[in-house]
Each structure stands twice: as C-alpha cells, then as structure tokens.
C-alpha cells in the first residue's frame, strides 16, 4: 500500500498512508492537508510524510511555511506526532491530554482538542463533533473508538478518525464483511461509559451527527477507505450515518438494560 494524496477539492487533501499492526499487517492510517479561507493551511492529524506525497504538501504550504497548526483529532493515534512537528516546526500542535502524556518534550498548545475553545478558533472553516455516551479516551488502550470529527465547510468533507469506518473490501473467500459500507467502529460496546443514559447520550449525538452533517458530499476515514462524491449514488451520508446506528441498535438495548 503506497503512500497518496486523494484531492477531493481546491483546498482539501486527503493523505492515506500506512500503518502496520505487529509490523505486518498493514491497517492505513491517514491525515488531511486543508487550505483555511485565509489561505493558510492546517493539517488534520499526524503522519511521517516522505516522497512524492511529502514533495506535493510542501509545494502546496511554501515549503512548510504556510502550516499553521496540527491538528491531532484521535487520542490514541499519537506515533507519528514528534516526526510531523520535525517537518513543520513553526506549526501550532494541539493534541489530547494523552498526546501530552505520551509525547510530554513536544511543545503543545494549553488548549485540548476536545476543548470548545479551541473548535471556535477554526469555527469559520470547520465545524467539530466530539462522540458523546462514550470515553473520549478509553482506560482500555485496546479501545480506539472515540476522536473529534471535523467537518470542513467549503469542501463539505468529513474527517474522521476510527469513530466511523467506510469498508468496501469483503473478507476472504466471498464472504461479506459485516461492517461494509458506513458503519461504527467495532469496539463501541466496550467504549460505551458505564453509566445510565449512556447508549441514549450516544444515539442522540449520531441522530444529530446525520442531520446536521448529512449533506457532506466526501467523508475521509482513517484506516478504511475515502468516501467521494461520486460515490455516493442514492445515499448520502446522513442516510449511511443512520444506517449504521441501526446496525449497533442491539448493542445499545444491551447496555440499557444493564445501566438504564
């Protein structure tokens, strides 16, 4: 799996790069290099870029020089943070209060990517979700479900960090997937916060999610596959959105029945 740039449009680039679980298996991860209205650049994400595809995000941001910030959406996705702060040392990092416990010698900004705050600062060119129902981060470091989904406004894309998945490869011998398509990360029954109003809390902010975001014509997942306009056909994200709530319906009567 090479490393490459999807231009969804003028200003919005989607990087998919690759990440191997055990060193073999090699799952993708991703980052997205975003032209603001003021024309500067963010990046949403960390990767350690090289070649053809480091070569591109340079030409585009000046060398670099035109990067204004990090953005580190994904709690637990903290490998490549020192390497993307290396090639863009001028660049404000933001992360979660993990990125600053698992990188501290990197120079952080105070304010947390889940902070309010900081999601008005960018608020004319993104809008941001944070999972609600769920542990923004997990005690579990096996349980990767939650990050902050950005929703850049001229492009009408979404980023998002394992929260979603968009699978189209079906397993071996034929048999189907059963998270093709849009659906949510596996591991939400063991993110889910063991507390009543939980499952509700969650399925009140994806209802949302799909209402107010589902008019997006791209959607950009992490270590799955890009979402395009020209494949959406007849099912907009908003419809894929509440399609894969129905799926984990069952996992939400069971914690509802055990927390209330």
Request: hydrophobic fraction near 40%.
């Amino acid at each position: 799996m090479a490393d490459r740039i999807i231009e969804i449009s003028d200003d919005f680039w989607n990087i998919r790069g690759s990440f191997r679980i055990g060193g073999v298996v090699n799952i993708g991860t991703h980052a997205s290099l975003v032209r603001l209205s003021t024309g500067r650049f963010v990046l949403l994400d960390s990767y350690a870029l090289n070649g053809n595809v480091k070569r591109r995000v340079m030409e585009e941001t000046n060398g670099g020089n035109d990067v204004e910030a990090i953005l580190n959406l994904h709690p637990f996705h903290t490998v490549h943070c020192k390497r993307m702060h290396q090639d863009f040392p001028d660049a404000k990092l933001y992360g979660s209060s993990r990125h600053h416990a698992q990188a501290p010698g990197l120079p952080w900004e105070g304010i947390l990517i889940d902070d309010p705050e900081l999601h008005d600062l960018y608020a004319d060119d993104f809008l941001f979700s944070v999972p609600q129902g769920v542990d923004f981060i997990s005690k579990n470091s096996a349980i990767h479900f939650s990050s902050v989904l950005a929703y850049h406004r001229s492009s009408d894309t979404i980023h998002v960090d394992d929260t979603l998945m968009y699978v189209v490869v079906p397993f071996p011998l034929g048999v189907m997937n059963p998270f093709t398509g849009l659906s949510f990360h596996p591991t939400l029954a063991q993110a889910l916060e063991r507390r009543a109003g939980a499952a509700s809390d969650f399925r009140g902010w994806a209802d949302t999610l799909a209402d107010e975001w589902g008019h997006a014509n791209n959607l950009c997942a992490a270590h799955s596959a890009t979402l395009v306009e020209e494949g959406m056909g007849s099912s907009p994200v908003g419809s894929r959105i509440k399609t894969a709530l129905r799926r984990v319906a069952p996992i939400l009567r069971v914690h509802e029945l055990r927390f209330g």
